[in-house]
């Protein structure tokens, strides 16, 4: 029987990472790639403290899926994108990647209030959540602090969704190929993509993207995010496990159960993965030398930055600024911009970017 086709058969987890970490900047709307299930492909979580709250609860969670399943449906019947809402009423959008008539998945976009929420709507939330045993004074102030998207923006999104499926789906029928055998120019390809897609955007909405925000997030406890303060500022330093877990005043143990259940992926994989983002940056945008932007970037010698790029990219450091090499002058000094956490209180303690977590 014939393997069926997934989207990480046509494109690599990295890449879609990224396009998910930059339309989050450029929009401040969450964004997921699922499959016809509604469950993620790539692995990131990037969602607001009230969806975190209600994806915290095992039935809260298979709700979500299958709202992005619904939505997924929908958007594959009409072949275009589609707007719904999820179980709890929040704004939904969907675009759909079909290739030769088969529905590989979608990417999905939310979740938002189309319109500040009025009383009634909020009473209407806790009624369709009550049996998750949530907190519902929290739970309606978290609910509230969603953001609003205006209509002019989320079509805008919308079509950066739909630029973005046609995309992958184009890739799909050129290069029916295992991520692994062919993915350097699709990777190369899709992230050339982003940039075009965010000035899209704002010539759509007059908004300009946060690009400082690369991993942006919204709902981190404080403990975490004095870990991924010491993460983001000391990248270019050893740091040790047990220097997180005392950034973070909590035993080692625990702040790796801790960090994982928060973000998705441990403190190790997250600080390699700043290392490779301002590795990434200094390759595209400096004439450093390999050595000198593995010194910079954290990496113990040039040969593990080129391990480590090979492994996640499928290329080696300078395959890669090669593809992006420019015919004017780079300028050869310069970090990159790293603040994948924000500073704004929220409701719980926890941080706020006014983006997504």
Do not use: W
Not at 233 to 256: E, Q, V, W
């Amino acid at each position: 029987m014939a393997k069926t086709p997934q989207i990480l058969d046509f494109i690599d987890h990295l890449t879609l990472d990224r396009f998910i970490h930059d339309f989050a900047a450029a929009t401040g709307i969450a964004v997921d790639i699922n499959d016809q299930d509604g469950h993620p492909v790539a692995a990131y979580r990037h969602f607001y403290g009230f969806c975190r709250k209600i994806r915290s609860t095992a039935e809260g969670l298979k709700r979500c899926y299958q709202s992005n399943a619904r939505v997924g449906r929908k958007a594959a019947h009409a072949r275009q994108p589609v707007l719904d809402r999820c179980h709890a009423g929040l704004m939904l959008m969907a675009a759909p990647i079909i290739v030769d008539g088969y529905h590989l998945g979608s990417i999905v976009g939310g979740q938002f209030h189309s319109h500040p929420p009025s009383p009634a709507e909020v009473e209407t939330m806790l009624q369709n959540t009550n049996d998750l045993g949530l907190a519902p004074a929290c739970l309606a102030k978290q609910y509230l602090a969603m953001v609003t998207v205006p209509p002019a923006k989320h079509m805008a999104a919308c079509e950066i969704l739909k630029l973005m499926a046609v995309y992958i789906e184009e890739i799909a029928r050129k290069h029916p190929l295992p991520a692994k055998a062919g993915r350097n120019s699709q990777a190369e390809r899709l992230v050339e993509r982003v940039e075009p897609l965010q000035h899209h955007l704002l010539e759509n909405t007059g908004e300009r993207p946060e690009h400082t925000r690369l991993l942006p997030t919204a709902d981190l406890p404080d403990t975490i995010q004095a870990a991924c303060q010491l993460i983001n500022t000391n990248y270019g330093r050893k740091i040790k496990l047990k220097d997180m877990a005392r950034a973070a005043h909590l035993s080692p143990a625990y702040f790796c159960r801790l960090f994982k259940q928060c973000t998705g992926m441990s403190p190790t994989a997250y600080l390699t993965r700043v290392r490779l983002q301002a590795a990434m940056e200094m390759l595209r945008h400096s004439n450093l030398a390999i050595g000198k932007i593995a010194k910079q970037t954290g990496f113990s010698t040039p040969n593990y930055l080129s391990n480590v790029f090979r492994a996640q990219m499928g290329m080696s450091p300078l395959a890669y600024r090669k593809s992006f090499a420019r015919s004017e002058p780079v300028p050869p000094t310069g970090l990159p911009r790293q603040s994948p956490c924000g500073e704004k209180k929220h409701c719980n303690g926890a941080t706020r970017t006014g983006l997504l977590d």
